[in-house]
């Protein structure tokens, strides 16, 4: 009986309707939209998160229990819950108490919606690249500090103008790996309404009766984007392991 169910499943589906992109010429528009929107939203998501993450990071490394306890709580919170939880918290809680100002970016991003989405996704981000940036902190020779405090630096400037410099250049390419999976869970955001690559892909298919072809086209839009990527954060994080070397 399984047999049987397991070949319905592909029989009942034309192999050609994989590849079904007969939408594109009335669509494609759409679909770059949703990719443009894609790339903004991934991009600005992982800016917004850097400082937040940063100062997680030096509140986890603190001598101060407290605070320490409180960046600890803040990072395993955001990451033991589901991004989807909090993306739906936020926007139908948060921001649904607060009014955000409605204005169009760039002619076609609705700020109600890519405020509270970057928002949810920066949040979530900070609480991952706040123990990439510890990593990097701690990955940088102890006697770096020692060296900068018998200079004469307090605590704080030689973690600032010794310590961190070296722990962001140590994690570049890790941040870099960031922005590449930022733009995977940005697809999420279509369940708050973002016109992103997957909400262009179910408009399509609602609106063509197309089920598969536009689901294909997105997976094929996400591999050109992030598989290239990958190769070019590989290759530089090469180089800088050779620079380093020298």
Known sequence: MFWDWWQSLFTDIPAYA??????????????MQG??????????????????ALLLATMRLSRCTPVRWLSGAYIAVFRST????QLIIIYYGVFNAIIVPKFMILGFIDSARFIPGV????????????EIFR?????????????????GLSQSQSMRLVILPQAIKNVLPALANEVVTMI?????????????????????????????GPY?????????????????????????RRGDKH
């Not at 990593?135 to 200079?151: F, H, K, N, P």
């Not at 999420?188 to 009766?209: D, K, L, P, R, V």
């Not at 839009?221 to 590989?234: A, C, G, L, Q, R």
Request: proline content about 3%; some cysteine.
């Open 135 to 151: 990593a990097g902190i701690l990955a940088v020779d102890s006697g770096q500090m020692e060296a900068a405090r018998s200079l």
């Open 184 to 212: 995977k869970e940005s697809s999420i955001c279509m369940m708050i309404g973002m016109s992103e690559i997957m909400f262009a892909a179910q408009t399509i298919a609602g609106s063509t009766y197309i089920s598969v």
């Open 18 to 31: 994989f590849f079904n992109f007969k939408f594109l010429p009335k669509y494609g528009y759409a679909v």
């Open 82 to 85: 589901p991004m989807l939880v």
């Open 216 to 240: 294909m086209l997105a997976a094929i839009i996400y591999f050109v984007i992030n598989y290239p990527t990958s190769k070019v954060i590989e290759h530089i994080e090469r180089r800088m």
């Open 119 to 130: 928002v949810a996704l920066a949040i979530n981000s900070s609480a991952y690249v706040a």
């Open 35 to 52: 990719v443009e929107y894609t790339l903004i939203l991934s991009v600005v998501s992982v800016l917004l998160a850097v400082l937040p």
